[in-house]
């Protein structure tokens, strides 16, 4: 059953990943490397993931067949967003509110590679109502 703690569990190994990744390459590379990383110790972790997975767009009632895809599913409930930019901007923020909504999904997670301490400014870390809702699980 999908809880909070285990969505903040989940979030806990992903990040844990992503600064292990950080720690070894550092900033400067594109976010394909970065993103193969992550996926090679998510799986690793032991963690499902779906990769470069289309975002279906659907406009009054008819699908949309789009190049939308996302970088990273993990075990079906967060989305994970690589990028390695100066710093994150409102649109970057924009497009996982999208993305969390279009593919109802309760947290996602944005890894900005191009940082200094992934833990501290590297990461944003988002969720939706579907979240809210859920149980606690303590």
Same mark, same amino acid.
């Given at each position: ?7 903040? %569990?989940?979030? &806990? ?6 600064? @292990? ?14 993103? +193969?990383?992550? &996926? ?11 990769? $470069? $997975? ?12 789009? %190049?939308? &895809?996302? %970088?990273?599913?993990? @075990? ?18 924009? #497009?996982m509110l999208t993305y969390l909504k279009l593919l #109802? ?14 833990? +501290?400014?590297? $990461? ?8 809210t809702r859920l149980p606690n699980g303590y």
């Amino acid at each position: 059953m999908l809880t909070q703690k285990r969505l903040n %569990d989940l979030t &806990r190994s992903i990040i844990g990943a992503a600064i @292990e990744v950080h720690r070894e390459l550092g900033p400067g590379l594109l976010e394909s490397v970065y993103e +193969k990383c992550m &996926r090679y110790l998510l799986i690793e972790k032991g963690l499902i993931m779906a990769a $470069q $997975q289309k975002v279906p767009i659907i406009f009054r009632g008819l699908y949309l067949n789009t %190049d939308l &895809r996302l %970088d990273l599913l993990v @075990e079906d409930c967060i989305i994970l967003k690589i990028k390695a930019v100066d710093y994150l901007l409102p649109v970057h923020l924009a #497009q996982m509110l999208t993305y969390l909504k279009l593919l #109802q999904k309760p947290k996602g997670i944005i890894i900005n590679f191009n940082c200094t301490n992934i833990f +501290k400014e590297g $990461q944003k870390t988002m969720v939706t109502d579907l979240y809210t809702r859920l149980p606690n699980g303590y």
